[in-house]
Nanobody, 113 residues
Framework: QVQLVESGGGLVQAGGSLRLSCAAS????????MAWYRQAPGKERELVAS??????NYVDSVKGRFTISRDYAADTLHLQMDSLKPEDTAVYYC????????WGQGTQVTVSS
């Protein structure tokens, strides 16, 4: 079992920055991949960025603006979001794959124009 708790969401103006964090607990040594997803109102949940021991991947719409990182010592996942746009507004979810799939409760990010 793995538990995930997100923090760092909020309201920001277009062009601003936010840093999301996801604290993992439980059997964190079993995690092989972590990721951030987001879901905007009326839209399907989409993968934003993922990270493994060897690679990071981003959806095209955030490349060059978002950076995913993982602090293994602190069991924390981060998403640095710069140059935010109104279309980035969504609930952001932390995800971990560790034999099974685990999700956090989500954190709201709102970008005003």
């Amino acid at each position: 079992q793995v538990q995930l708790v997100e923090s760092g969401g909020g309201l920001v103006q277009a062009g601003g920055s936010l840093r999301l964090s996801c604290a993992a607990s439980g059997r964190t040594f079993t995690i092989v991949q972590m990721a951030w997803y987001r879901q905007a109102p009326g839209k399907e949940r989409e993968l934003v960025a993922s990270i493994t021991n060897s690679a990071t991947n981003y959806v095209d719409s955030v490349k060059g603006r978002f950076t995913i990182s993982r602090d293994y010592a602190a069991d924390t996942l981060h998403l640095q979001m710069d140059s935010l746009k109104p279309e980035d507004t969504a609930v952001y979810y932390c995800y971990a794959f560790a034999i099974g799939a685990y999700w956090g409760q989500g954190t709201q990010v709102t970008v005003s124009s």
